[in-house]
């Protein structure tokens, strides 16, 4: 049981470029999300999704793509990566006491 | 718009010594409110969580206490150790989950 895993661990963009955040889950929780960590700041959250094929905005979607074909993935996709996008992203699984992160990914755009 | 405060945001004490985080929320109208442990470079872990309707949780050394009327939670640390060291976040749940911005907490041996 290897919970949530993300990939990669690190990764530094040039302004411009895209890529993808790996998300997997291995607990069948129906509710996955993306968060930010910013320095000064709580947790923001990117977008979330309720099940396969329904996903939804949370509180800072601009810049960031993601979709839900499977139970288990929950890609977050940076269309034009910019500086401000500078930030530990954190993928979740389930909710409540259930609620369970990723070990995060730290992103840097120069 | 719900917004959640922790102070202090850090706080060193020594071994041993009991010790209690704070957390303020402006909303009252939550489900549950949670405490989260995040080691450096990790991910968040689940401490305790409490539902509206309760008023506290304990778990081993840990008990969290929740007054939703003034719009407080504490999280009472017991004969504190070394291994306590990490940011410490409080987060509520009403329409959306709400994260603080963590007490980082150093214990000296």
């Known amino acids: 049981n290897a919970g949530v895993t993300q990939t990669p661990k690190f990764q530094v963009l040039k302004t411009g470029q895209s890529m993808t955040l790996q998300c997997a889950q291995d607990?069948?929780?129906?509710?996955m999300s993306w968060y930010r960590q910013d320095p000064g700041m709580g947790l923001r959250l990117i977008h979330y999704s309720v099940g396969a094929g329904i996903t939804d905005q949370g509180e800072v979607p601009n810049g960031y793509n993601v979709s839900r074909s499977t139970t288990e993935d929950f890609p977050l996709r940076l269309l034009s990566a910019a500086p401000s996008q500078t930030s530990v992203y954190f993928c979740a699984s389930g909710g409540g006491i259930s609620l369970a992160f990723g070990p995060g990914t730290r992103l840097t755009v120069t | 718009k719900q917004e959640v405060t922790q102070i202090p945001a850090a706080l060193s004490v020594p071994e041993g010594e009991n010790l209690v985080l704070n957390c303020s929320f402006t909303d009252s109208a939550i489900y549950n409110l949670q405490w989260f442990r995040q080691d450096p470079g990790k991910g968040l872990t689940s401490l305790l969580l409490i539902q509206s309707s309760q008023r506290e949780q304990t778990s081993g050394r840990l008990n969290a206490s929740l007054d939703k009327s003034s719009g407080r939670s504490t999280l009472y640390i017991a004969a504190s150790q070394p291994g306590d060291s990490a940011t410490y976040l409080c987060a509520v749940e009403g329409e959306k989950l709400t994260f603080g911005t963590g007490t980082r907490l150093t214990i000296i041996p």
């Open positions: 607990m069948n929780h129906e509710y």
